[in-house]
């Protein structure tokens, strides 16, 4: 339903009580759903009427505000001024007026205390939501060493909190968005006023408004598959995290953060290739220690992609391996070809992955023996796999962990399977192609209009040089272009602009 015919169907809110009870038992089920409570008092002999959702409200904040209301029948006795009144004790921090039915069921759902008053058009909406969730903790997948211990919760009011007390900034903005016609999902659009760029922002603010969909339930990822131009592409075109510390800091960069209400990850945008392969413990080591951090990581994610295609074209044909690499070729050639060892160990893998994933924290040491001694050794053993199979997956798999970004491992893993195969059917010839074709599938790629492969293509040098090395803190004087900020120049540098 588009924006205008819903602005025509709005239903006026009634003078008369009993007119909008009867709607709010037909739209939300006042008197069936246990959680939609409902409460009519006397103020000034007038009628009052509360809605409002258990499970969202603090029990106290509703007792509160009831004692509150009772007691004008104390003080006060012009009935003539009686919404005046009521608005005056109405001293929460956050109260607005409504005048339509349909903003006052979307705001109850939302878990505010919607007001109405016998005789007037329109009604109160008293912010006291209460959420339920737990308390900001440490990702898991995102440990540092040295760091901050916050991380993002499912409670969208606590995220947006948490990125303000690190940009104490009165030109950072957190637009509230709604989106799903049945869960009416809070989605907080999260940007710098003065440095994100308006043409962005303004497109990102428009295909989180042109989502169309019962509901999302699955939350940022649902928004991502929405805002993504190619819903096929493995490659992840956002990065997620869970920590407000990289967040904050990518909006002081000009990218605009995404944050839906349930999740705990928000979603930052648009992101390169090589945003996806920082990690935050570079930036809370010294430069030089970072540099190296990065370096290893980069061989890591390199291995988790070429190691086992290489590996199986040395297998292949040991003639391309100098004398003295001989030694890293399989010693026997087992019962089952290399390329099936490989697809099968590597698959695997991903077997006890899985099972670790769902396996109780108490169980996972002996899962961990299980598939270690049992199947690894014994496997060997009967012949089914060779020794340099297992090591290579392993290097490979670690890899794979390695690799900061998650969604990056995984796409990662499709590409590997996928060189796999063309060096088993194609040889040297397949290594190749699959390189080729794997960088200009990158290269085509776009994340919000911004190329993913940059700064690599199109090329820019001393953006490469940022992304080699740790730079210092004090000599990050500019923003990345690729976001086109407002204010390329980073404070105090600005002054030389």
């Known amino acids: 339903m588009s924006v205008k015919s819903k602005q025509q169907n709005k239903t006026p809110i009634s003078p008369k009580l009993k007119e909008n009870e009867s709607f709010m038992k037909k739209r939300v089920g006042v008197g069936v759903s246990f959680d939609v409570d409902f409460r009519e008092i006397s103020v000034l002999k007038t009628n009052l009427q509360l809605y409002y959702l258990n499970g969202l409200v603090d029990d106290a904040n509703i007792v509160q505000l009831l004692k509150m209301l009772i007691a004008i029948n104390d003080y006060e006795q012009n009935r003539k001024k009686i919404w005046e009144i009521i608005e005056n004790r109405l001293v929460n921090q956050q109260v607005d007026i409504i005048e339509d039915m349909d903003e006052a069921v979307d705001q109850m759902l939302s878990g505010l205390i919607v007001l109405f008053v016998d005789g007037e058009n329109k009604g109160f909406v008293i912010d006291v939501r209460m959420y339920p969730g737990r308390s900001p903790e440490e990702p898991d997948t995102e440990r540092v060493i040295r760091g901050s211990r916050d991380g993002f919760t499912e409670n969208i009011i606590q995220n947006t909190a948490l990125t303000r007390r690190r940009i104490k900034d009165e030109r950072l903005r957190h637009v509230m968005l709604q989106v799903g016609e049945r869960s009416k999902t809070d989605v907080c659009v999260c940007y710098l006023q003065d440095i994100a760029n308006d043409d962005l922002v303004d497109t990102v603010k428009e295909k989180i408004s042109n989502i169309e969909i019962d509901g999302i339930t699955m939350a940022d990822k649902a928004v991502e598959e929405f805002i993504s131009e190619k819903r096929w592409n493995p490659y992840p075109v956002v990065r997620y995290t869970e920590r407000p510390d990289v967040a904050a800091d990518h909006m002081l960069d000009g990218h605009v953060i995404l944050m839906v209400d349930t999740s705990p990850s928000v979603i930052i945008m648009p992101t390169t290739f090589f945003d996806h392969m920082e990690h935050a413990e570079e930036y809370r080591q010294t430069p ?210």
């Open 288 to 497: 030089a220690v970072g540099t190296f951090i990065r370096w290893v990581r980069f061989l890591a994610v390199l291995a988790s992609l070429y190691l086992l295609p290489m590996w199986l074209l040395f297998a292949m044909d040991p003639s391309l391996l100098p004398q003295g690499l001989s030694f890293i070729g399989p010693n026997e050639e087992g019962n089952i070809p290399i390329v099936i060892q490989i697809i099968l160990a590597d698959i695997g893998v991903e077997f006890m992955r899985m099972a670790a994933v769902h396996t109780p924290t108490p169980l996972a040491t002996a899962m961990g023996l299980i598939a270690a001694v049992l199947i690894g050794e014994i496997a060997v053993e009967v012949g089914m796999f060779t020794p340099e199979v297992i090591l290579y997956v392993a290097i490979s798999t670690i890899g794979t962990y390695v690799t900061p970004s998650y969604e990056l491992s995984v796409a990662n893993k499709i590409m590997k399977l996928f060189l796999i195969l063309l060096t088993a059917f194609f040889g040297v010839k397949g290594f190749m192609i699959g390189i080729v074709i794997n960088v200009l599938f990158l290269a085509q790629l776009k994340s919000i209009k911004v190329p993913y492969l940059w700064p690599f293509i199109p090329f820019n040098a001393k953006a490469m040089l940022h992304f080699f090395f740790r730079i210092p803190v004090p000599l990050e004087d500019k923003r990345p272009s690729f976001v086109h900020p407002k204010n390329i120049y980073r404070q105090p540098i600005q002054k030389n602009e």
